[in-house]
């Protein structure tokens, strides 16, 4: 059986060199995790929010040139495509895993996502526990701690949704490798359940 947990092993595979010997530590190390972390999540995240869930394990098929810098399994309530939709992530870069609730800029109703989000400042504000983190780029690993942000840069970013094409918001966790390495299997999925607890109330504003 998969051990549904991050090693450093997993997060070494994105210090190789060259596409092809990338992606097939990838596949050989990772994607069965993935794989597992969706049987173990899809059925529970389709209980929480009301709506069938369908995971997607990132294939990178696209690329040609460039190695991947991190993967994911994404879930959504489209068996076909994710990034359209609101939805939720579970991946890793070689630094951190990160744990997401996510609208990319694929999702042609950003615009309203962004006005639900705004309109409930005040309780996401304050409900959104201090230890998470929001990402304007889905692409890139920095990310703004919640516990610095001011009400008024919050509805910034809410703001930012809706006007800026390119715009994007991510809600979550970003764990560092050395926390994720120590963790056992239980405590790894049991922050991810908690932090899914949490990232709820963002997906049903969709």
């Known amino acids: 059986m998969t051990m549904l947990k991050f090693t450093e092993k997993d997060f070494d595979v994105f210090q190789i060199d060259g596409l092809d010997a990338r992606m097939e530590a990838l596949k050989e190390n990772i994607r069965p995790k993935l794989e597992g972390l969706a049987e173990q999540f899809t059925p529970k995240l389709s209980i929480q929010t009301g709506d069938e869930l369908h995971a997607h394990v990132a294939k990178h098929a696209r690329r040609t040139i460039n190695p991947p810098n991190d993967t994911w399994v994404a879930f959504a309530a489209n068996s076909r495509g994710y990034k359209m939709l609101p939805h939720f992530q579970i991946g890793l870069w070689g630094t951190h895993a990160f744990i997401w609730f996510a609208v990319i800029y694929e999702a042609p109703n950003k615009a309203e996502i962004g006005k639900e989000l705004e309109d409930n400042l005040d309780r996401l504000y304050k409900e959104i526990p201090s230890h998470f983190v929001w990402s304007k780029d889905h692409t890139k690993p920095e990310v703004i701690p919640h516990e610095v942000l001011s009400k008024e840069e919050l509805k910034a970013l809410f703001q930012r949704l ?21 963790m056992s299997e239980q405590e790894f999925l049991k922050t991810i359940q908690d932090t899914f607890d949490h990232l709820i109330p963002l997906y049903s504003l969709r």
């Open 162 to 182: 809706q006007s800026v094409k390119k715009a994007e918001i991510l809600c979550g966790v970003k764990l560092p490798r050395d926390l994720v390495t120590k």
